[in-house]
């Protein structure tokens, strides 16, 4: 579809299949394209690239779904008869997953990595298309410093977004959010030594489970940070020591936001946290994502430093998706980089996804760190890591995400 074809469809009244006029979503996408030059100067590899792109969002998309082509790297998408925040989360998540593929242009191979701002439209709002796609254009463009890659326009419309926002903080306060722990091997020794902890959500008034990712973007959004964040460090050195009293000695792995990495309160909310729970600070492993760092440098390495003199272990996650140099890799004080699942999960089938697997774990040993493997999902993969020389692997094919409470059941399975 034109950009002015989709401009006059969002201009005329949009009704759903009993004819009255229906909610939709606005959302821009920036692409955030591995060939950016051959894309500003429109060449047939970019075009090539384009033409790939529009064909997964075709397949990613129902059929009333409508796109549009803004320049060389950003595309508005309308959701008609879209109602909930949770489903356009649905939507969003099946598009990233689209995208985890990289695109073969001919040449060269071309990874694209979207960014997403969401814009909502409800029947009883007065609509001004123009305010619609600016709301969602700015969106996008904050959508760039998060860690999710998808950020909520505000709305006045919202509805079913202020009634999560408001179950979520009252989940807070209850201890209603869960940690699930995934196991990780130590390949070496082919023993269980640490895991990660993963936020879980089941939200009793919706009665589903809500996505990490929505969670996590609406703490960000709404000031929520500190105390999401808090919750998930207690609940993980509560339940870690719960497992050690058990026999069970591992490293927990507890990721961190943007906007905390920044904040020079870190290292005494996480110093509090292992003197409450009398966890060793070596048990515990913080992960902070590379985007995470290059916001705003100087000051994560300030922090970094600061949790590193708690004894803390520090990791890099997601390590290969940001723009991080090895001069201020060489300032950071790590214990170990995490590969991307999104590498790690085509690694078998893509020369390029290897290639970059096998540099980032001779970067970390050359750099005397752990080079850790998220996204083994089969036993080739997680073959192919070992031999590359991978210290650590996670993934479905060793453990699946499960309760603390389970993790007793899952550890007696264990050979010796």
Same mark, same amino acid.
């Given at each position: 579809?034109?950009?002015?074809?989709?401009?006059?469809?969002?201009? #005329?009244?949009?009704?759903?299949?009993?004819? &009255?006029?229906? +909610?939709?979503?606005?959302?821009?996408?920036?692409?955030?394209? #591995?060939?950016?030059?051959?894309?500003?100067?429109?060449?047939?590899? +970019?075009?090539?690239?384009?033409?790939?792109?529009?064909?997964?969002?075709?397949?990613?998309?129902?059929?009333?779904?409508?796109?549009?082509?803004?320049?060389?790297?950003?595309v508005v998408l309308v959701l008609p008869q879209i109602t909930e925040v949770a489903v356009v989360m649905l939507a969003v998540n099946r598009l990233f997953r689209s995208f985890e593929v990289p695109i073969d242009s001919g040449n060269e191979t071309v990874r694209m990595r979207p960014c997403v701002g969401?814009?909502?439209?409800?029947?009883?709002?007065?609509?001004?298309?123009?305010?619609?796609?600016? *709301?969602?254009?700015?969106?996008?463009?904050?959508?760039?410093?998060?860690? &999710?890659?998808?950020?909520?326009?505000?709305?006045?419309?919202?509805?079913?977004?202020?009634?999560?926002? *408001?179950?979520?903080?009252?989940?807070?306060?209850?201890?209603?959010?869960?940690?699930?722990?995934?196991?990780?091997?130590?390949?070496?020794?082919?023993?269980?030594?640490?895991?990660?902890?993963?936020?879980?959500?089941?939200?009793?008034?919706?009665?589903?489970?809500?996505?990490?990712?929505?969670?996590?973007?609406?703490?960000?959004?709404?000031?929520?940070?500190?105390?999401?964040?808090?919750?998930?460090?207690? +609940?993980?050195?509560?339940?870690?020591?719960?497992?050690?009293?058990?026999?069970?000695?591992?490293?927990?792995?507890?990721?961190?936001?943007?906007?905390?990495?920044?904040?020079?309160?870190?290292?005494?909310?996480?110093?509090?946290?292992?003197?409450?729970?009398?966890?060793?600070?070596?048990?515990?492993?913080?992960?902070?994502?590379? &985007?995470?760092?290059?916001?705003?440098?100087?000051?994560?390495?300030?922090?970094?430093?600061?949790?590193?003199?708690?004894?803390?272990?520090?990791?890099?996650?997601?390590?290969?998706?940001?723009?991080?140099?090895?001069?201020?890799?060489?300032?950071?004080?790590?214990?170990?980089?995490?590969?991307?699942?999104?590498?790690?999960?085509?690694?078998?089938?893509?020369?390029?996804?290897?290639?970059?697997?096998?540099?980032?774990?001779?970067?970390?040993?050359?750099?005397?760190?752990?080079?850790?493997?998220?996204?083994?999902?089969?036993?080739?993969?997680?073959?192919?890591?070992?031999?590359?020389?991978?210290?650590?692997?996670?993934?479905?094919?060793?453990?699946?995400?499960?309760?603390?409470?389970?993790?007793?059941?899952?550890?007696?399975?264990?050979?010796?």
């Open positions: 579809m034109s950009r002015e074809d989709l401009m006059r469809w969002l201009e #005329s009244p949009n009704r759903d299949e009993t004819g &009255s006029a229906a +909610a939709f979503a606005l959302l821009v996408i920036n692409l955030r394209r #591995s060939d950016r030059a051959a894309a500003l100067m429109d060449r047939p590899s +970019a075009q090539a690239s384009y033409a790939a792109a529009a064909r997964r969002l075709t397949e990613a998309l129902r059929p009333q779904d409508r796109f549009a082509r803004l320049g060389t790297e950003d969401c814009a909502l439209y409800f029947p009883h709002e007065a609509v001004d298309i123009e305010a619609l796609l600016s *709301a969602a254009d700015t969106a996008c463009v904050l959508a760039r410093s998060t860690e &999710s890659g998808f950020t909520m326009a505000a709305s006045r419309g919202k509805e079913d977004a202020e009634g999560m926002l *408001a179950d979520l903080q009252d989940a807070l306060q209850a201890n209603e959010l869960e940690v699930w722990f995934q196991p990780q091997l130590d390949v070496a020794s082919g023993a269980c030594r640490a895991a990660e902890a993963l936020m879980r959500w089941h939200n009793t008034r919706l009665d589903r489970m809500i996505a990490p990712m929505l969670v996590v973007e609406m703490a960000e959004n709404n000031g929520m940070m500190t105390a999401l964040t808090t919750f998930v460090l207690n +609940a993980t050195l509560r339940q870690l020591g719960e497992l050690r009293r058990a026999g069970i000695d591992v490293r927990i792995a507890v990721n961190i936001s943007a906007s905390l990495l920044r904040d020079a309160d870190l290292p005494e909310l996480v110093a509090r946290a292992l003197a409450i729970w009398s966890i060793p600070a070596d048990r515990l492993t913080i992960e902070v994502t590379e &985007s995470a760092i290059m916001l705003d440098v100087e000051r994560s390495l300030q922090v970094m430093h600061e949790l590193k003199r708690l004894g803390v272990r520090l990791s890099i996650d997601d390590f290969g998706t940001g723009y991080s140099s090895l001069a201020y890799l060489r300032r950071m004080p790590l214990d170990e980089l995490k590969i991307d699942a999104v590498f790690v999960q085509h690694m078998l089938g893509n020369k390029g996804d290897a290639q970059i697997v096998r540099s980032v774990i001779d970067l970390a040993h050359n750099f005397d760190l752990k080079a850790v493997a998220e996204g083994a999902e089969d036993p080739a993969t997680f073959e192919m890591l070992a031999s590359l020389g991978c210290d650590v692997i996670q993934g479905y094919h060793f453990a699946r995400p499960m309760p603390s409470v389970q993790v007793p059941a899952w550890w007696a399975t264990l050979v010796p």
